[in-house]
T-cell receptor, first 113, second 114 residues
Framework: GAGVSQSPSNKVTEKGKDVELRCDPISGHTALYWYRQSLGQGLEFLIYFQGNSAPDKSGLPSDRFSAERTGGSVSTLTIQRTQQEDSAVYLC???????????FGSGTRLTVV | AQKVTQAQTEISVVEKEDVTLDCVYETRDTTYYLFWYKQPPSGELVFLIRRNSFDEQNEISGRYSWNFQKSTSSFNFTITASQVVDSAVYFCALSGARTGKLIFGQGTTLQVKP
């Protein structure tokens, strides 16, 4: 596709349930990033995939969070046993040459009730 | 450690006023990259500019201009003759040479009133 696609655009889930958020990067982009934006806050780095290298997971807030990137393309961010503080917009970005520009998706707004 | 500080949380101006958004960064890298993004009410992040650490030339793009000063670790953004459509949250961000990970500031909410 022409841009970074994220699904679903909105997700409401009950506390304690698991959720999966999907990111389809721009075709050919080797780098993929996940960020979290809580209400009124800046963007918090979560995880970064670059090609076949081991991902940089340094931003994941707890072991309830995990992410995979299959075939160097689509990525799934999984949050287990969701808590209310997980409510945020989760943004995905991809890049072909790292510092030359990142294209962000529209995000998934997660609400934990 | 890398850090980006946008000290101005909110700015309100009247249309046609000039406004400058401040950004101060910290990094130990000698090669790094600085960015500005705009986030309008629709929520999408819109790329505005990228600057590498070896290029201290200021840049102007229409009503937008950027002032990069390594001596003060600042990368400030000025909007000339602001318009209502400029109302948005603006983020300054930094990445090091070894990783593409972006470190964002907390953002500055700009409100331009007619």
């Amino acid at each position: 596709g022409a841009g970074v696609s994220q699904s679903p655009s909105n997700k409401v889930t009950e506390k304690g349930k698991d959720v999966e958020l999907r990111c389809d990067p721009i075709s050919g982009h080797t780098a993929l990033y996940w960020y979290r934006q809580s209400l009124g806050q800046g963007l918090e780095f979560l995880i970064y995939f670059q090609g076949n290298s081991a991902p940089d997971k340094s931003g994941l807030p707890s072991d309830r969070f995990s992410a995979e990137r299959t075939g160097g393309s689509v990525s799934t961010l999984t949050i287990q046993r969701t808590q209310q503080e997980d409510s945020a917009v989760y943004l995905c970005a991809s890049s072909s040459r790292g510092h030359y520009g990142y294209t962000f998706g529209s995000g998934t707004r997660l609400t934990v009730v | 450690a890398q850090k980006v500080t946008q000290a101005q949380t909110e700015i309100s101006v009247v249309e046609k006023e000039d406004v400058t958004l401040d950004c101060v960064y910290e990094t130990r890298d000698t090669t790094y990259y600085l960015f500005w993004y705009k986030q309008p009410p629709s929520g999408e992040l819109v790329f505005l500019i990228r600057r590498n650490s070896f290029d201290e030339q200021n840049e102007i793009s229409g009503r937008y201009s950027w002032n990069f000063q390594k001596s003060t670790s600042s990368f400030n953004f000025t909007i000339t003759a602001s318009q209502v459509v400029d109302s948005a949250v603006y983020f300054c961000a930094l990445s090091g040479a070894r990783t593409g990970k972006l470190i964002f500031g907390q953002g500055t909410t700009l409100q331009v009133k007619p």
